[in-house]
C-alpha cells in the first residue's frame, strides 16, 4: 500500500463533479469492488453512474447548491463550474458529438 496522508502534491478530482477526491474512500466503485480513480462516489457506485441521465447543466445546479450550502457565493461558485466542469472527462467527452 502507498503511505496515505501526504499526497497533497496530486489530488484528483472527479471527472463529473470536480469534487477533489482527497482519500480512497472517496473514489467511485466498479462492479467487482475495485476502486475507479476517475469518479467520486457520489457519482459512480458499482460500475455505473448514479445519474446517468443528468446533464451539464444540472450538474452546475447540483454543484452550485453544494457549493453555496458551504459558504460560497453563488456567482463565484457558477463561475468556478463553468470553468472546470465543461473540461471533465464526463463532459468534455460530449463536445465531440460534432
Ligand atoms: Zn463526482
Known amino acids: 500500500m502507498e503511505t496515505a496522508g501526504t499526497q497533497a502534491e496530486k489530488t484528483v478530482f472527479c471527472q463529473s463533479c470536480g469534487m477533489p477526491m ?3 474512500e472517496l473514489l467511485g466503485s466498479e462492479q467487482d469492488g475495485t476502486k475507479n480513480a476517475d469518479y467520486c462516489l ?3 457506485e458499482n460500475g455505473a453512474f448514479k445519474q446517468p441521465g ?3 447543466e444540472e450538474m452546475t445546479e447540483d454543484c452550485t447548491r ?3 450550502h458551504e459558504g460560497m457565493e453563488e456567482a463565484a461558485a457558477r463561475r ?3 470553468d ?3 473540461h471533465l472527462k464526463r463532459w468534455s467527452t460530449l463536445k465531440t458529438a460534432e
Do not use: H, N, R
Open 66 to 68: 453544494i457549493m453555496v
Open 80 to 82: 468556478i463550474l463553468a
Open 54 to 56: 443528468i446533464t451539464l
Open 22 to 24: 482527497t482519500g480512497s
Open 42 to 44: 457520489y457519482c459512480y
Open 84 to 86: 472546470s466542469l465543461p
